[in-house]
Structures are given as structure tokens and as C-alpha cells.
């Protein structure tokens, strides 16, 4: 019996559950067989590509230690809501999305992220399917990172994960510091900004801000915004409006949050985060063996699967430690501190600080083994 999964998916059943669970999702007596049914089919998908985010990610912490780069990495499996929205956006099939896997990387500066993303073009034996560079081309709602969609390449027993598919974001702290803060006054406020559905006037000051730290970075700015001098007076007048400054200083204390204990001689790899909406209270799940943080995360998701409504927000992400957790993903503990200190520096007619030190992240480790022990990847599409 091998330690691998087994890739016999059919991708038949797989897209057809995409179309079911893009639906509206009437759920009945008749009905609700064939749904369960289908967040069946889609979640062992989803978990189907967790071995091959894990290797990228490792891939990535060794680039960095082989050219002295200090930094954070951490990896999520994509959210089933988040997967239902993009299935209804775009014209995309549940087995064509591109980031059901994620590895995000955050590094000190430009030049850094410069080094990481050669070192994949030249060096990593993954595919790399498509390229997205937001930092030479900014979104029109001002995000900036580095994209690379990989196509997962295995070897000897580890191919039957080939051509899963993987996104790795490459981003510096300060534009984490803002792609993080749009999704947590989102959150906050209930509104999808990262959508750019929500308030107007928000979204505007997150494009000056964008366009304040591509000077900073000596990068590209996004498309029609006006001088520094302009975005410095307008950011001012939305910041009165808003209250804006108040309001990021407020969120990390009106966002409470928990953890279970862990001890120190038995660290945990994978955290499931829950974020309730209406209480703003997060509760971050350490879990220790895969195999069962990949049912408390599907569990978890199975009220709102059946509600249609989103009543929390949940995604089991992995990381070395809680602390690198919490930069990784600070828009579900209300930590917007270095956006928000950034906005007052420029509010009092100081320019924007680039940051330069990194965060510590352990990342001496050797290249991670290809035969790792994955007995609890033993999934094939089951129907219960």
C-alpha cells in the first residue's frame, strides 16, 4: 500500500459538482444528496492539491536560504465560499482554477522579490502556466504582488500530483501591509472590498495608499491617480470623513481572538482560523495531524455550505508558527498597524517608510524530502 494518493479523479464528476455548487443551492429532501454529494467531490479536490502547495512552499524556503533571504511564507487552501464566488464570476471550470492552492511569500523589498522570482523561472522544476507582475502592472484598484500560476511537477512517486495547480503571491511587507488591510476593513466592515464592492470612498483611499507606496518602492503606480501632493490632500480629507485613522486603530482591539494552547515541544503545522462576522471573534484550531485538519476544515465550512450565507470566515492555512501566522494573514486578527502608521506618517506630511527589516523566519532547513510520509493523503473521491 503506498503512502501517496491516488490520482484517479474523475474530472468528469468534478466539474459537474463546480456546476452544482455554483448554483443557488436549493437544498431539500429530493436535493440534498446530490449536493452533499458534490462538496464531496469539490472538497477532496481542493485537498487534493495540499501535498503539492506544501512542496512549493518548502521550495521557496530553501531559494531564500540559499541566497540569504529573510522572510515569511505560509500556504492556504482556498476557501469554499471564495471558491463558489469565483466558479459564478468567471468562466472557470472547479478543476481549472488556479489557486485552490496558495503559497504566499513576503519578503523586505522589491529587490528581493526580484531575486525569489528569478530563482523560480530559473530553477524550479514546476511549470509555470502564467504570470501575473501587479508590481511592474498595478491592478486599477492599486494591488501589487507577483503572481506565478504553477503547474506542480513531481518526482517518482510524488507525479501523481502532477499539473495540480498552485499560485505563489511574492510581495513585499508593504504591499502585504496592504492587500492584508483592504481584507480586513472588508471583513470588518462586511463588505467585499477586495472586490471593489463596498464603499467608494474607502476603496479611494486604498488606490492613494497603493500609489503612495509605489513611490516609496520607487515602482510603478496604478492608473490615473494624481500627484503626491493631491493624494496627500485628498487622502486628509477622506481620512476626516472616514475616520479613518480611528477606525484601523480600533479594529485590533475590537477584534477579539483566541488560541488553543500549544506545547512548545510539539508545534503544529496547520491552524484553522475562524473568523465569526458578527461577533468579531477569531478562533485559531491548531491541528497536528493533516488528515484531520482537512475534516475540521471541511466540517467547518458545512453550515455556510448549506446556508448559502456566510456566517464565518474559515480557511485552514499552514505555517512553521502562530507568530508567523499572524503576519501572514493579520486581516483576521484586525492587524492593520503598519498600514495604519503609514497613513498617519503621510497624513502629518511625512513621506511612507519602505520596510526593511524582516521578520525572522526560520528557513535552515535542508530541501524538503519528496517522499515524505502522507499516509492521510490516501484520498480517492468518495461518495457518503
Not at 499560485?167 to 483592504?182: G, I, K, N, P
Not at 477622506?238 to 485590533?252: G, V
Amino acid at each position: 500500500m503506498t503512502d501517496y494518493p491516488e490520482a484517479d479523479y474523475d474530472l468528469n464528476e468534478v466539474i459537474q459538482a463546480g456546476t452544482i455548487i455554483a448554483g443557488d443551492l436549493p437544498w431539500s429532501p429530493e436535493t440534498a444528496p446530490e449536493i452533499r454529494k458534490a462538496f464531496t467531490v469539490a472538497n477532496n479536490w481542493r485537498d487534493a492539491h495540499a501535498y503539492p502547495m506544501r512542496s512549493v512552499r518548502y521550495s521557496m524556503m530553501w531559494f531564500m536560504r540559499h541566497n540569504g533571504i529573510e522572510g515569511i511564507t505560509a500556504a492556504r487552501l482556498k476557501r469554499m465560499q471564495a471558491i463558489r464566488r469565483k466558479l459564478r464570476r468567471l468562466p472557470h471550470q472547479l478543476c481549472d482554477l488556479q489557486d485552490l492552492g496558495g503559497c504566499r511569500v513576503i519578503l523586505p523589498s522589491i529587490a528581493d522579490v526580484r531575486t525569489l522570482v528569478s530563482m523560480v523561472r530559473d530553477r524550479s522544476r514546476h511549470i509555470i502556466r502564467d504570470e501575473n507582475d501587479y508590481i511592474k502592472r498595478p491592478k486599477k484598484d492599486g494591488y501589487r504582488s507577483h503572481h506565478l500560476m504553477l503547474n506542480f511537477q513531481g518526482r517518482d512517486r510524488t507525479a501523481v500530483h502532477d499539473h495540480r495547480r498552485i499560485e505563489l503571491q511574492v510581495r513585499t511587507r508593504l504591499q502585504h501591509s496592504w492587500a492584508t488591510a483592504v481584507e480586513a476593513v472588508g471583513l470588518f466592515r462586511g463588505e467585499d472590498l477586495k472586490g471593489n464592492k463596498g464603499s467608494e470612498n474607502w476603496l479611494r483611499l486604498f488606490k492613494l495608499m497603493s500609489a503612495e507606496f509605489a513611490m516609496a518602492e520607487s515602482s510603478k503606480a496604478p492608473s490615473n491617480v494624481p500627484s503626491h501632493d493631491d493624494r496627500v490632500r485628498e487622502l486628509r480629507e477622506l481620512d476626516a470623513e472616514l475616520d479613518a485613522s480611528a477606525m484601523l486603530q480600533n479594529m485590533s482591539h475590537a477584534v477579539r481572538w483566541t488560541d488553543i494552547a500549544v506545547p512548545s515541544n510539539t508545534p503544529a503545522r496547520y491552524y484553522l482560523i475562524r473568523f465569526d462576522n458578527a461577533l468579531k471573534r477569531v478562533v485559531v484550531e491548531p491541528h497536528f495531524v493533516p488528515r484531520w485538519a482537512m475534516k475540521s476544515y471541511d466540517n467547518a465550512e458545512e453550515l455556510d455550505n448549506q446556508s448559502g450565507r456566510e456566517t464565518s470566515n474559515v480557511v485552514l492555512v499552514e505555517a512553521d508558527k502562530i507568530e508567523n501566522l499572524k503576519v501572514a494573514y493579520p486581516n483576521y486578527f484586525g492587524d492593520v498597524q503598519l498600514f495604519k502608521t503609514q497613513l498617519n506618517r503621510l497624513l502629518k506630511g511625512k513621506d511612507v517608510e519602505e520596510y526593511t527589516v524582516a521578520p525572522q523566519e526560520q528557513v535552515n532547513v535542508s530541501r524538503p524530502r519528496e517522499n515524505p510520509d502522507l499516509v492521510w493523503f490516501k484520498r480517492r473521491i468518495r461518495w457518503s
